[in-house]
C-alpha cells in the first residue's frame, strides 16, 4: 500500500474507492445482495492497493461467486436488525430510564450487526465462502479489536452521512470497503 500511495496514486486510489461504491452500491440496490457486494469490493480495492491487478471482471466473478451465501448472511442480518428496530421502538414508548437504555443498547446493536456483516465481507474469499467468514468473526475480534472498532466507526459515519443526504451512501460504501482494507494492512503490518 505504501508503495502504491507514495508514488503519487492517491487521486487515483481515492476515485478508485469511489468507484467501487459506485459499484457496490448498484449491486446492493436489492439490500439481499448488499454482503455480496461489500465482498467483491473489499476483494477489488484489495487487489488494487496490492498491485494484483483489479480488472472489474473480476469484481463481477466475486459478485456473483458470494450471491447467494451473501443472501443468506443479509436475511440472518435484516431479521436480527429487525429485532433492535423494535427493541429501539418500544424503548420509545418507555419514559423510564430503562426505555433510554433500551434504546441504547437496541442502536448499538444496529451497528454491531453492521459491523458484523461489513467484516464478514472482508473475511470473504471464494475458497473459503461464507461460513468460514462469519465463523472466523471471532478470532478477528481475538486478534484486533481495534480494527473492529475502526470498522464500527466507519459503520457509524456511514449511517449518519446517509440518514444526512441519501445519495452520501454511494461514496460512503466504497470508503467502507477501503476502511476494511485499511485495517487489514494495518493488521498484516504487525509484528506479533
Not at 436489492?30 to 484489495?46: D, K
Not at 447467494?68 to 436488525?81: K, S, W, Y
Request: aromatic share 6%; hydrophobic share 60%; charged share 10%.
Amino acid at each position: 500500500m505504501k508503495a502504491r500511495l507514495s508514488t503519487g496514486e492517491g487521486f487515483a486510489l481515492l476515485g478508485e474507492v469511489l468507484l467501487t461504491g459506485i459499484v457496490v452500491g448498484l449491486l446492493a440496490l436489492p439490500v439481499l445482495t448488499l454482503p455480496a457486494a461489500l465482498a467483491a469490493g473489499i476483494g477489488h480495492l484489495r487487489r488494487y492497493v496490492d498491485d494484483e491487478g483489479s480488472p472489474l471482471a473480476a469484481l463481477w466473478r466475486d459478485a456473483r461467486a458470494a450471491a447467494a451465501g451473501g443472501a443468506v448472511l443479509a436475511l440472518a442480518a435484516l431479521f436480527a436488525a429487525t429485532a433492535a428496530v423494535l427493541a429501539i421502538g418500544l424503548a420509545g414508548a418507555d419514559p423510564t430510564p430503562a426505555g433510554a437504555v433500551m434504546a441504547v443498547v437496541g442502536w448499538l446493536a444496529l451497528g454491531v450487526i453492521a459491523t458484523a456483516v461489513v467484516m464478514a465481507a472482508g473475511a470473504w474469499t471464494r475458497d473459503g465462502g461464507w461460513r468460514s467468514a462469519v465463523r472466523g468473526l471471532r478470532d478477528q475480534l481475538d486478534a484486533d479489536l481495534a480494527a473492529a472498532l475502526h470498522i464500527f466507526v466507519a459503520v457509524a459515519l456511514t449511517a449518519v452521512l446517509t440518514w444526512q443526504y441519501l445519495p452520501l451512501l454511494v461514496p460512503s460504501l466504497g470508503v467502507v470497503a477501503f476502511a476494511v482494507v485499511a485495517v487489514q494492512h494495518r493488521s498484516r503490518g504487525r509484528v506479533p
